[in-house]
């Protein structure tokens, strides 16, 4: 420490250099820290979102019963559409990717959504980009955010 404050006193401007160092060091951990928070928060916000499509999808499967001549069932069979359930899940996902705030798109864009719908479960897939701010000094325009969710439906006894 001590030498540290002997070249501060004998070198003109090092002063400046050391106090210009530390304030790029702290801007980039700043940085690291709002941008990631920003992207962490989105994040958590997309898996919801499609979370929710997956199950609104998973919803829409219906039990098709076949019955005796007295009522009695004898034959259950789980059928799912897979317009309809594509058609939910998409609805849901927008309505509750409405509130991200995707509208501004110079922060955040939503890039893609993928429902697969197969027998009896559906997988909900989206994408987004994050525009950084304070990370653009060390080069990171965008962080790109994938997630994807699964819901089955099961027909029990």
């Known amino acids: 420490m001590c030498g540290i404050i002997r070249k501060i ?7 400046l250099v050391l106090v210009a160092g530390v304030i790029a060091v702290f801007l980039l951990l700043l940085g690291f820290g709002l941008d990631m928070g ?4 989105y994040s958590g916000g997309l898996q919801n979102a499609i979370d ?7 919803a829409a499967a219906y039990v098709r019963m076949e019955v005796d001549g007295l009522g009695n069932v004898y034959s259950q069979e789980l ?3 897979p317009f309809v359930a594509e058609t939910e899940s998409k ?3 927008y309505a509750n990717a409405a509130r991200l705030n995707l509208d501004d798109k110079k922060s955040t864009q939503l890039e893609s959504v993928e429902v697969k719908v197969d027998q009896n479960r ?5 994408k ?5 701010y304070l990370l653009q ?5 965008y962080m790109t955010i994938t997630k994807s969710s699964t819901a089955e439906c099961i027909l029990s006894n």
């Open 91 to 93: 609805n849901v996902f």
């Open 9 to 15: 006193k004998r070198e003109d401007g090092f002063a």
């Open 79 to 81: 059928l799912l559409d």
């Open 122 to 126: 559906v997988t909900v897939t989206a």
């Open 38 to 41: 920003r992207t962490w928060l």
């Open 137 to 141: 000094l060390a080069g990171y325009q």
């Open 52 to 58: 929710a499509a997956a199950l609104a999808g998973a």
């Open 128 to 132: 987004m980009r994050v525009k950084m």
